[in-house]
């Protein structure tokens, strides 16, 4: 049965396009797209690959694996797999290396997954439900201050320590909340001031989200397997949506492309540069008037330097 939930892909030829620098030969190597999603990007790049061109394609979610099923292109394959395993891949064997962060429009708006305040479900949030536990599941034991903890760090919520304690004392009256409505009513009810135009929930499943996905920890270790798997001259191209995110690959990148003295010892050789800045990109003004969910996307491009 097909999905009444469609995706439009963010920033699709700014990133596609970021892979090949030269856009009018068909590429022969190898590509890799780390997060599958429904697809938009993996379709694209293989339309720019010659017929001995490879894409590999990561994705946690057991519905994109799915979607990916319906690719019949012998010069691709899906790893039912987070993209933290990258390093799998051989040493410099990737030519070109995609990471779209986030989620897909399917997974927010499908109410069965729990991703959304605006629709009631069972609060799971899990992008890989084969494993692993959900957000009722944690929430049901977690300690206050570890509530608080993940809230503050991963939502940026100022208001994280009272809202931990409501769910705690929920509870204990009522028993652990199950739904993502219970969730989003009782922030309501703790968070009295919020941005205008913004739910007092947003931060809140924004943290819980990425907290039992493991979604900044994952994002470190494939950012540092793509230094080992990409071939001199490769492209890294990132797509983030929000600071959190945003940050480690600012950081990650400004951390590699610039060579680096040990001041203990002078004469040493320094930390060789293993990447090259070559842009940041947004979303144009139509494509945000037409997509609202890519308003925050950032796009970072590098290139692996041949040390």
Do not use: C
């Not at 919020?194 to 470190?220: S, V």
């Amino acid at each position: 049965m097909t999905q009444p939930w469609t995706h439009t892909t963010v920033l699709l030829n700014e990133a596609v396009e970021a892979l090949f620098p030269d856009a009018a030969t068909p590429a022969s190597g190898t590509f890799v797209d780390a997060t599958f999603g429904r697809g938009g990007h993996a379709r694209e790049i293989l339309a720019r690959l010659a017929p001995e061109g490879r894409l590999i394609a990561f994705d946690k979610d057991v519905e994109a694996v799915a979607e990916a099923a319906r690719i019949t292109d012998a010069r691709f394959s899906i790893r039912h797999q987070g993209f933290r395993e990258l390093g799998q891949l051989p040493r410099a064997s990737v030519a070109g290396l995609l990471m779209d962060l986030g989620i897909s429009s399917p997974q927010i708006d499908n109410p069965a997954r729990g991703f959304s305040f605006r629709f009631d479900g069972p609060l799971d949030m899990r992008m890989d439900t084969t494993r692993g536990e959900s957000v009722a599941e944690w929430l049901a034991t977690a300690e206050i201050q570890q509530i608080a903890e993940v809230i503050r760090d991963y939502g940026e919520e100022r208001f994280a320590v009272q809202i931990a304690k409501a769910i705690d004392a929920r509870r204990q009256e009522r028993g652990p909340i199950s739904t993502t409505t219970e969730l989003a009513e009782l922030v309501a009810g703790t968070v009295k001031t919020r941005e205008q135009g913004q739910n007092p929930a947003t931060r809140t499943f924004q943290a819980l989200r990425i907290f039992i996905n493991a979604e900044l920890e994952e994002l470190q270790q494939a950012l540092d397997a793509s230094l080992d798997v990409l071939q001199p001259n490769g492209r890294l191209a990132v797509i983030s949506f929000h600071s959190l995110e945003d940050r480690i690959v600012k950081q990650f990148i400004a951390k590699h492309s610039k060579e680096v003295y040990d001041r203990r010892a002078p004469f040493a050789a320094p930390t060789v540069m293993k990447l090259r800045v070559l842009d940041r990109i947004k979303p144009s003004a139509a494509e945000v008037a037409g997509n609202k969910r890519s308003r925050s996307a950032i796009l970072r491009v590098a290139e692996r330097t041949a040390a």
